[in-house]
């Protein structure tokens, strides 16, 4: 496949973030009309070897060639004009100007008067319809969704005239079926000549879109394989460079017979407007003690304004959030002191005060109460640090002492100390708003397990999850959100993964169906 | 070149972030008295004996530094809780005038109450004057998202209106030739002093131990931890359940009340009588200090001394090389901007490439 010099060419790349070593020496070639799937899991360091790529860091060591030529390291422009395209994971539009603009800017030269629009509008048409990315060039960006902003983001780096394009974790942000939409544009990309690097912690995607596969593990380069020849079973070892058991659902308790269990989480008929916009309308949903009901659904389709309903922080607009059939307001100390766990999706900057010490965010949703606080106001710092490292022990927070600042946490550390804050306390309901967002293979198994023995334990749980793997491993019962609407939550076995990844995409056949028809 | 976050602040930079920034001040400032056509080391030798050298230098300088330790940790406190209160000026002087207005000779006598009494009535209402002022703002920013940089900032103007009309009103001093100046507080609230044949009064004291209260309350109470938090991370604070708004509101309050007990201070203590020129800036002085001193209450009185002995020492320099008094401004300017950059290089490390 390939012919004469490859597309890129990676020489001995290092790269060190303070004690960590986010790459070690990778040496790698992209061949010309190739699809390389860059596998890894979180912190591999897939994402530092693509920026250094594309200039945004520079190497400690090492050199990259695109097409022959080295390029000027730490220098974004270079790699822009040698032809690389970035589509990043968080997409770098402006929300407040239309397609058309997003993709121009930066493309024209500042002393220009005038921008040569209709000119820019009919190039972007053209390359529209030659790969099937429809997008309209005059909406404006914040009202598209986010498989559409996706599209704007690959549009522009081809208007750029990319000849190697580079998607960080393309599908994280896509139900099932549009997944399969972009593989079918990837292989269009190809036949054009195009050059794809394509990153990616899912086997199965790799597998189906890739001819290559590298495989990394801890910043280094732990195999390179041809698709054919590569496994799920073998990719998963090199990945996680141990097999990694699955935690299975111990029985869930069974309410005492006779007794009418009241619902521990119940939301009737809410509306969540923001506007003019609504976020939810009439969604209902209830959860049992020692069940676990899971929200599916593509991101941005109203779980936000669910999961800050049922953490106190936003109140409905019509109808009623109720716990053990209390009707709460948006405040979240009621939340805290109804025993409501809560672990939010923005662990960074919503779970911990990441300037507090990792004690007192430990303790931080009761720090008002006795022990932490002794006559309601001086701070017992001993009560605290017994607490916190009782909590850092048996919740396997790795940190140097407990007085060290939580920003200095990885991620999934924080996480572990949120799920530790919130489980110790033996909440009877608990809500996981995306708990294994971003974490490792080992932490999501052990996430997993500790969830699992609360709901044992009698505890609910309300888990909003984008991930279809996850929610098939825990959910007793899953409900789909979609457009602010939230579907009847079934039991776990009527739902496949083709009918949720349906039910997700619910309006967007409506959209089809409309781009069908002109 | 870029910064990169430090896993671990080293305790000695701390200590040493200050001293590097100091010394950085002086390299700098040496070379604009330099420009000046004035020897260096002689100028630097005259400023810091005219405001440290002697006897009456240093209780200048500590008389100077009074109202900024009072100003900078009414600034320093606000701005824990990321209330950026601007108006410390403002409050200042609603706090000055509220001391003149209850304690105040008016029509020759003032009101007749017992003296303790008389007494912290005219301190509460200096105090309340000050928070009372801030409380607009405070609720504009808390209900409707008011910057309260634009309200406090702008208040300042109108305070100053306000009391150069109670100066030329109500309030003016029948006898001082026209001059708009106000009646004279009774001579018993006025504050003790504290050295003899000198200015220091006992403010400086308050204001040392207020200094210390604030700071055990940041470090050993639940407000500390509820000030902190709005104050780094407010939508995680709102998360596990602090009242962000009441302790926004509590923080500007205290604040408030801070620069309007730096009113009753200069009142009470060193003039006797309200001028509209009896603060030189002391309420945006404050904004610096507290800055210099990265919110530290402590920290605010040891700036605030520095800061006085600048302007003081400058004074008496003047006199003696051809360097102008203004080199103090600049000083406490190149200062500021040396212990910000400083304080930054505490955190961060500066990496090539």
Redesign the interface.
């Known amino acids: 496949m390939t012919m004469g010099e490859p597309a890129l060419r990676l020489t001995g790349i290092s790269k060190r973030?303070?004690?960590l070593l986010a790459n070690d020496d990778i040496s790698l070639e992209l061949g010309r009309g190739e699809v390389l799937a860059l596998l890894g899991e979180n912190g591999a360091g897939k994402s530092t070897l693509v920026s250094i790529l594309f200039g945004d860091y520079?190497?400690?060591a090492g050199s990259v060639e695109a097409f022959g030529r080295r390029l000027e390291?730490?220098d974004p422009a270079a790699a822009l004009a040698a032809g690389i395209g970035m589509v990043h994971q968080h997409f770098t539009l402006a929300d407040n100007l239309d397609v058309l603009d997003n993709v121009l800017i930066g493309t024209e030269p500042w002393w220009r008067p005038m921008s040569r629009r209709t000119a820019a509008r009919s190039r972007l048409l053209e390359l529209a319809a030659r790969f099937g990315l429809q997008v309209d060039p005059s909406a404006r960006v914040g009202d598209l969704s986010i498989g559409e902003k996706q599209r704007v983001e690959i549009l522009k780096a081809l208007y750029r005239e990319a000849r190697i394009l580079i998607l960080d974790e393309p599908t994280a942000v896509l139900a099932p079926q549009e997944s399969i939409q972009l593989f079918a544009t990837l292989r269009s990309f190809v036949e054009a000549g195009l050059s794809i690097i394509f990153i990616s912690h899912k086997l199965g995607e790799v597998l189906s879109v890739s001819d290559r596969i590298a495989v990394l593990r801890q910043g280094r380069l732990e195999a390179v394989l041809p698709t054919h020849q590569a496994d799920a079973p073998t990719l998963s070892m090199l990945m996680v460079g141990r097999s990694i058991e699955r935690p299975v659902r111990p029985a869930p308790m069974q309410p005492a017979a006779g007794q009418a269990a009241i619902p521990a989480l119940s939301v009737d008929r809410v509306d969540v407007r923001e506007g003019a916009r609504q976020l939810l309308r009439s969604a209902s949903l209830s959860v049992n003690p020692g069940e676990i009901v899971a929200i599916a659904g593509i991101a941005g389709n109203g779980q936000q304004a669910l999961a800050d309903l049922v953490?106190g922080?936003r109140s409905p607009d019509a109808g009623t959030v109720r716990v053990e059939g209390k009707a709460l307001g948006a405040?979240?100390?009621e939340w805290?002191r109804a025993g409501v766990g809560?672990i939010?999706e923005d662990r960074q900057?919503?779970?911990?005060?990441?300037?507090?010490s990792i004690a007192?965010n430990a303790v931080?949703?009761h720090?008002?109460e006795p022990p932490y606080?002794r006559g309601?106001?001086?701070?017992d710092r001993a009560a605290i640090d017994q607490a916190a490292t009782r909590i850092v022990a048996d919740y396997d927070v790795r940190c140097r002492d407990i007085g060290q600042a939580t920003s200095?946490l990885s991620g999934g550390n924080i996480q572990k100390l949120l799920l530790g804050r919130v489980l110790s306390r033996h909440p009877r309901l608990i809500i996981a708003d995306q708990p294994t967002w971003g974490l490792d293979v080992g932490a999501i198994a052990w996430i997993h397990a500790r969830l699992m023995s609360a709901a044992a334990q009698g505890a609910a749980v309300l888990l909003i999850s984008e991930e279809l793997d996850e929610i098939f491993a825990l959910a007793d019962r899953i409900a789909v959100i979609s457009h602010g609407q939230l579907s009847g939550a079934l039991p776990v076995s009527h739902w496949t993964i083709q009918s949720l990844g349906l039910a997700m995409t619910g309006s967007l056949k409506h959209q089809q169906a409309a781009s069908d028809a002109t | 070149m870029r910064l990169?976050?430090?896993?671990?602040v080293p305790r000695e930079a701390l200590v040493l972030a200050p001293l590097t920034a100091v010394a950085v001040t002086l390299a700098v400032c040496a070379l604009l008295v330099a420009w000046a056509g004035a020897p260096v080391g002689r100028t630097y030798a005259l400023l810091f004996e005219g405001a440290f050298g002697s006897r009456f230098a240093l209780t200048e300088t500590l008389t100077r530094a009074t109202p900024l330790m009072f100003t900078g940790m009414a600034t320093a406190v606000a701005f824990r809780a990321r209330f950026f209160n601007i108006g410390a000026e403002g409050q200042l002087y609603l706090g000055a005038l509220a001391a003149v207005a209850v304690g105040g000779l008016h029509d020759g006598s003032g009101f007749d109450l017992p003296v303790p009494l008389h007494f912290a009535l005219m301190i509460l209402a200096g105090m309340a004057a000050g928070g009372a002022l801030v409380l607009g703002p405070a609720l504009l920013k808390i209900r409707l998202g008011v910057d309260e940089v634009v309200t406090t900032l702008l208040l300042n103007f109108i305070v100053l209106l306000l009391v150069s009309l109670m100066l030329d009103g109500p309030m003016k001093d029948p006898g001082a030739m026209g001059w708009p100046q106000s009646v004279g507080l009774k001579p018993e609230l006025e504050f003790t002093r504290l050295i003899d044949k000198s200015r220091v009064h006992s403010g400086l004291l308050v204001a040392i131990g207020l200094a210390a209260l604030t700071w055990a309350v940041q470090r050993?109470?639940?407000?500390?931890?509820e000030w902190?938090?709005v104050g780094?991370?407010p939508?995680?604070?709102?998360?596990?359940?602090i009242?962000v708004n009441s302790v926004v509101l509590r923080a500007a309050l205290i604040s408030g009340a801070f620069a309007g007990l730096a009113g009753v201070s200069e009142v009470a203590g060193r003039a006797g009588y309200l001028t509209l020129d009896m603060s030189p800036g002391y309420g945006y002085a404050g904004i610096v200090i507290a800055m210099l001193a990265a919110l530290n209450p402590l920290g605010v009185v040891l700036a605030s001394i520095f800061i006085a002995g600048m302007l003081v020492g400058a004074d008496g320099m003047t006199r003696e090389v051809p360097v102008p008094s203004y080199i103090a401004d600049v000083i406490v300017a190149v200062a500021l901007i040396s212990m910000l950059v400083a304080t930054m290089l505490t955190r961060y490390r500066i990496r090539r490439?």
């Open positions: 973030f303070g004690a520079r190497p400690d390291p730490g953490c922080l405040d979240p100390i805290i809560r939010p900057h919503l779970g911990v005060i990441a300037a507090a007192e931080a949703e720090y008002r606080a309601g106001w001086r701070i200095q | 990169e976050r430090r896993d671990v050993f109470t639940i407000w500390g931890f902190r938090s780094t991370s939508s995680a604070a709102r998360f596990i359940g009242p490439g």
